[in-house]
């Protein structure tokens, strides 16, 4: 057991519904008494329900001992009902949905098996070739329901039927999507597809033939390489169209935007680099070309070449390349870049670290990849993934599950992980998360002044992630967060009876109130994640494909079909107009928006608007969002001269702005100055401000 884990274990107490893996709620036979103030006088009905739960942890150690490592429960006395809480074995046992009983040569203990399991009790050859007593349980869908079922049997003379198991189809509601064969995980839809490619790319990069360097490593290090994306790429038409022939013939669908898959790429040690940085850069632009070439040349792939990157097509998906060289960072520190320095270290060198890390944990435990995509939207709905970045909270949850009892479920992995968030002592305390074997000797325990989180791993002790964000105020908002959910977790886990989409809403939902503005999107560009750009409903720089910031690089006469690919890789308006707004009102406003689909840019001034500036900054945000803003929405407080627009959340819309008059360009200035002449009226006077340059542009030429 790791030390960190028992210090975690006693001093720090977890609530009871945190405890355990699964929660169980049973009806109690009778109504329950009132604890007694004096132990020595029992009435009758609290004996009966100590005689009850005897029963039923006996039951629990005794019938599903393999299923379960620990159990305790406890009586609410508001609803009447026993919660007991179990965690679960480090065992596939609870997945057979079957108890295996002792063999049939020993008659009395088959007796007493087809005693206890009653109907359900049979005869069958189990995998060691032994014929046993079984019970089976052909009826339950789901772990949840054979669970409910095998206690059901067990405590069938006491006719209970209210037997539940809470949360247990919380991951449905929360993470799965509804298609035409039902529910599906996006991201385990996709991953193994992912996978298989990676493989495929890395085998044929190494394998390149006369490549004036070899390829060592192939790092994927986008979040859908390590499971743990919520809204992972999916194979696109237009890729597969380029790169398989069956799908030629097709209809090419614009309506989506193509996620690029980031691999970093090492080669081997050699000391042919130059000493410059922007010669290595050019060099490096040189073997994006290079390498595009042999990769269509050999294995028939599509290869998009850019300044700093290379995109290849395969299966659908977009890989997106970049190259790592060390003695790069080496130069940007040598020549007082280190802020930059920084960037390119964590991009191409720590990220590819942690991605094995969190890969790693993924793939030990198999409710981490969904607890985590739970915490990632849980941030992103309460607009919050612009200040805690993915890495972030992957750590977090790593930290979770890295404990000496790691949640089995991943609703109890995302509860613990908002306890930790409202619980830690983040402004003294570093997180240090360890390995995946729960070993923390070699990661420092040490805290380096300025950042408002200080997370310390076994790849990194400078909490690359958390250097610039969050702020101060935004972890104190992260935690209020995080505080308030788990009332509501507290509150769903005892009053729900049966789970339906809107049981666990109230944990993803958030307030409006804190926001000065609300900038509501067009759904097209929120549903599909970009803009349809044949499509004439929407409008502005923001929305316009063939204005979008590109850096491909394209020979004279290629293929026409590659240069309209390139149109819809990376395309994200929403995106882009977020990094608009922030890059024209920087200091006044901070922005925030839920970048997993919601319709909703939200703005919170830096200092009290008044109601008149309030209406001038939407006016600049309605202008420059163009057709992909709907309308701008102010606070109603605002409206009314010492109004607060924290406390009232009706919210008032505002009038589209006016078009500013256009300059008079220099030719009609002349025709102006040309017909005031002839009519002898004089001439419009030019504005002061101009004169006095003129004025002061003479004076330093004589």
């Given at each position: 057991?790791?030390?960190?884990?028992?210090e975690?274990?006693?001093?720090?107490?977890?609530?009871?519904?945190?405890?355990?893996?699964?929660?169980?709620?049973?009806?109690?036979?009778?109504?329950?008494a009132?604890?007694?103030?004096?132990?020595?006088?029992?009435?009758?009905?609290?004996?009966?329900?100590?005689?009850?739960?005897?029963?039923?942890?006996?039951?629990?150690?005794?019938?599903?001992?393999?299923?379960?490592?620990?159990?305790?429960?406890?009586?609410?006395?508001e609803?009447?009902?026993?919660?007991?809480?179990?965690?679960?074995?480090?065992?596939?046992?609870?997945?057979?949905?079957?108890?295996?009983?002792?063999?049939?040569?020993?008659?009395?203990?088959?007796?007493?098996?087809?005693?206890?399991?009653?109907?359900?009790?049979?005869?069958?050859?189990?995998?060691?070739?032994?014929?046993?007593?079984?019970?089976?349980?052909?009826?339950?869908?789901?772990?949840?329901?054979?669970?409910?079922?095998?206690?059901?049997?067990?405590?069938?003379?006491?006719?209970?039927?209210?037997?539940?198991?809470?949360?247990?189809?919380?991951?449905?509601?929360?993470?799965?999507?509804?298609?035409?064969?039902?529910?599906?995980?996006?991201?385990?839809?996709?991953?193994?597809?992912?996978?298989?490619?990676?493989?495929?790319?890395?085998?044929?990069?190494?394998?390149?033939?006369?490549?004036?360097?070899?390829?060592?490593?192939?790092?994927?290090?986008h979040?859908?390489?390590?499971?743990?994306?919520?809204?992972?790429?999916?194979?696109?038409?237009?890729?597969?169209?380029?790169?398989?022939?069956?799908?030629?013939?097709?209809?090419?669908?614009?309506?989506?935007?193509?996620?690029?898959?980031?691999?970093?790429?090492?080669?081997?040690?050699?000391?042919?680099?130059?000493?410059?940085?922007?010669?290595?850069?050019?060099?490096?632009?040189?073997?994006?070309?290079?390498?595009g070439?042999?990769?269509?040349?050999?294995?028939?792939?599509?290869?998009?070449?850019?300044?700093?990157?290379?995109d290849?097509?395969?299966?659908?998906?977009?890989?997106?390349?970049?190259?790592?060289?060390?003695?790069?960072?080496?130069?940007?520190?040598?020549?007082?870049?280190?802020?930059?320095?920084?960037?390119?270290?964590?991009?191409?060198?720590?990220?590819?670290?942690?991605?094995?890390?969190?890969?790693?944990?993924?793939?030990?435990f198999?409710?981490?990849?969904?607890?985590?995509?739970m915490l990632?939207?849980?941030?992103s709905?309460?607009?919050?993934?612009?200040?805690?970045?993915e890495?972030?909270?992957?750590?977090?949850?790593?930290y979770?599950?890295?404990?000496?009892y790691?949640?089995?479920?991943?609703?109890?992995?995302?509860?613990?992980?908002?306890?930790?968030?409202?619980?830690?002592?983040?402004?003294?305390?570093?997180?240090?998360?360890?390995?995946?074997?729960?070993?923390?000797?070699?990661?420092?325990?040490?805290?380096?002044?300025?950042?408002?989180?200080?997370?310390?791993?076994?790849?990194?002790?400078?909490?690359?992630?958390?250097?610039?964000?969050?702020?101060?105020?935004?972890?104190?908002?992260?935690?209020?967060?995080?505080?308030?959910?788990?009332?509501?977790?507290?509150?769903?886990?005892?009053?729900?009876?049966?789970?339906?989409?809107?049981?666990?809403?109230?944990?993803?939902?958030?307030?409006?109130?804190?926001?000065?503005?609300?900038?509501?999107?067009?759904?097209?560009?929120?549903?599909?994640?970009?803009?349809?750009?044949?499509s004439?409903?929407?409008?502005?720089?923001?929305?316009?494909?063939?204005?979008?910031?590109?850096?491909?690089?394209?020979?004279?006469?290629?293929?026409?079909?590659?240069?309209?690919?390139?149109?819809?890789?990376?395309?994200?308006?929403?995106?882009?107009?977020?990094?608009?707004?922030?890059?024209?009102?920087?200091?006044?406003v901070?922005?925030?928006?839920?970048?997993?689909?919601?319709?909703?840019?939200?703005?919170?001034?830096?200092?009290?608007?008044?109601?008149?500036?309030?209406?001038?900054?939407?006016?600049?945000?309605?202008?420059?969002?163009?057709?992909?803003?709907?309308?701008?929405?102010?606070?109603?407080?605002?409206?009314?001269?010492?109004?607060?627009?924290?406390?009232?959340?009706?919210?008032?819309?505002?009038?589209?702005?006016?078009?500013?008059?256009?300059k008079?360009?220099?030719?009609?200035?002349?025709?102006?100055?040309?017909?005031?002449?002839?009519?002898?009226?004089?001439?419009?006077?030019?504005?002061?401000?101009?004169?006095?340059?003129?004025?002061?542009?003479?004076?330093?030429?004589?």
């Open positions: 057991m790791a030390v960190d884990a028992i975690q274990l006693f001093r720090i107490p977890r609530p009871f519904l945190l405890k355990y893996d699964m929660y169980m709620t049973i009806p109690l036979p009778t109504k329950p009132s604890r007694p103030a004096n132990e020595t006088n029992h009435d009758e009905k609290y004996v009966l329900n100590k005689t009850f739960l005897s029963d039923v942890h006996q039951i629990m150690y005794g019938a599903i001992s393999d299923r379960i490592s620990r159990s305790r429960s406890r009586i609410d006395y609803t009447n009902n026993v919660i007991i809480g179990f965690g679960l074995a480090k065992t596939d046992s609870l997945d057979k949905h079957f108890v295996a009983g002792p063999p049939v040569t020993e008659s009395e203990a088959s007796d007493e098996f087809t005693k206890v399991w009653g109907t359900r009790s049979y005869t069958a050859r189990t995998e060691d070739g032994v014929v046993r007593k079984c019970a089976k349980f052909t009826d339950a869908a789901t772990n949840e329901d054979f669970l409910c079922l095998m206690v059901r049997t067990l405590l069938r003379e006491y006719d209970l039927k209210g037997i539940r198991v809470v949360g247990g189809k919380a991951v449905n509601w929360i993470l799965m999507k509804t298609e035409e064969g039902g529910l599906i995980d996006p991201m385990k839809a996709v991953y193994y597809d992912i996978q298989s490619s990676l493989d495929d790319l890395s085998t044929w990069l190494k394998d390149l033939d006369n490549f004036p360097l070899d390829v060592m490593r192939c790092d994927a290090v979040a859908a390489a390590r499971n743990a994306d919520v809204a992972p790429p999916m194979p696109h038409s237009i890729a597969l169209r380029a790169t398989d022939p069956q799908y030629a013939h097709e209809k090419i669908s614009y309506s989506d935007n193509i996620d690029p898959i980031e691999v970093v790429v090492g080669f081997s040690h050699t000391n042919a680099w130059p000493e410059h940085r922007e010669a290595i850069q050019n060099i490096k632009t040189a073997i994006y070309c290079k390498m070439q042999r990769l269509r040349k050999e294995r028939r792939l599509v290869c998009i070449p850019r300044s700093d990157s290379l290849v097509l395969l299966n659908g998906f977009v890989f997106r390349i970049y190259l790592y060289h060390p003695r790069e960072v080496l130069l940007l520190r040598n020549m007082g870049f280190g802020p930059t320095a920084d960037i390119y270290e964590r991009q191409l060198y720590i990220l590819p670290q942690h991605s094995a890390t969190v890969g790693a944990y993924a793939s030990g198999a409710a981490f990849s969904p607890a985590v995509r990632k939207k849980w941030i709905v309460h607009m919050m993934g612009s200040y805690i970045n890495e972030t909270t992957e750590l977090i949850m790593c979770c599950f890295g404990s000496s790691p949640p089995r479920t991943p609703l109890t992995g995302f509860a613990r992980a908002l306890h930790v968030i409202a619980s830690w002592d983040w402004n003294d305390l570093p997180l240090v998360v360890p390995s995946v074997t729960g070993d923390t000797t070699d990661i420092s325990r040490k805290r380096m002044p300025g950042p408002s989180m200080w997370i310390n791993t076994e790849y990194s002790d400078k909490s690359p992630f958390t250097l610039d964000t969050p702020n101060q105020p935004m972890l104190n908002r992260f935690k209020r967060l995080a505080e308030q959910t788990l009332l509501r977790y507290f509150s769903c886990m005892q009053t729900i009876t049966d789970e339906t989409s809107d049981s666990w809403s109230p944990l993803f939902t958030t307030s409006l109130k804190p926001f000065d503005l609300l900038v509501t999107l067009n759904r097209d560009v929120v549903l599909n994640t970009c803009l349809n750009y044949q004439k409903k929407v409008s502005g720089d923001a929305a316009d494909i063939n204005k979008y910031p590109r850096g491909y690089l394209f020979r004279p006469g290629c293929d026409t079909r590659r240069q309209e690919l390139h149109k819809l890789i990376d395309y994200n308006p929403v995106e882009w107009f977020v990094t608009l707004l922030r890059k024209h009102f920087r200091e006044h901070l922005i925030s928006y839920d970048k997993y689909g919601g319709n909703l840019i939200a703005i919170v001034a830096t200092r009290r608007l008044k109601p008149a500036e309030a209406q001038t900054l939407a006016e600049h945000i309605q202008n420059l969002g163009g057709g992909i803003v709907k309308r701008v929405q102010a606070s109603a407080a605002l409206q009314a001269e010492g109004g607060s627009p924290i406390v009232t959340p009706k919210m008032t819309p505002l009038k589209k702005a006016k078009k500013a008059p256009a008079a360009s220099k030719v009609k200035r002349k025709q102006t100055e040309v017909e005031a002449e002839n009519n002898e009226t004089p001439a419009p006077q030019k504005p002061k401000r101009v004169v006095k340059k003129v004025l002061k542009r003479r004076k330093q030429s004589n």
